[in-house]
């Protein structure tokens, strides 16, 4: 019996709508992940915040002579807190400025149709 090519199955069978590969859609949201300036900011953040917290961590862990081993140990660990904190710190504050992003543009639309209401009943009214 043959192997069945992915491409001949059908879409239900492999993964929905997308029909199992991720990214071949737009997606019909907005996120994080999506928005121009959030993921660099996002990814920046961590990067940073770990490589600080290791740093410090380490640092520290020297000046009050602890052996290598143990502060190398203890810098890895400050440095994955340190990184998973500046992600969870980065998603409520971009989740939040995305919203607002989000309402300003909203506004702007209903100011310029209530504009262009106002335009077309003024048109629409008889000189006198």
Known sequence: MAKKDKKTEPQA???GKRGGKRGSEPVPYSSIATHP???ASVRQAKAWMGLIAFVITAALSLK???PVLQTGVRALAAGLAGYLLAWWFSML???Q???A???VAVEEIERRRAEEADKKAAEAQPAR
Do not use: D, P, Y
């Open 97 to 99: 400025l995305i919203l």
């Open 64 to 66: 009050a002579s602890v």
């Open 37 to 39: 300036r959030a993921r």
């Open 13 to 15: 069978k492999r993964g």
């Open 93 to 95: 504050i971009w989740r």
């Open 101 to 103: 992003e989000q309402r």
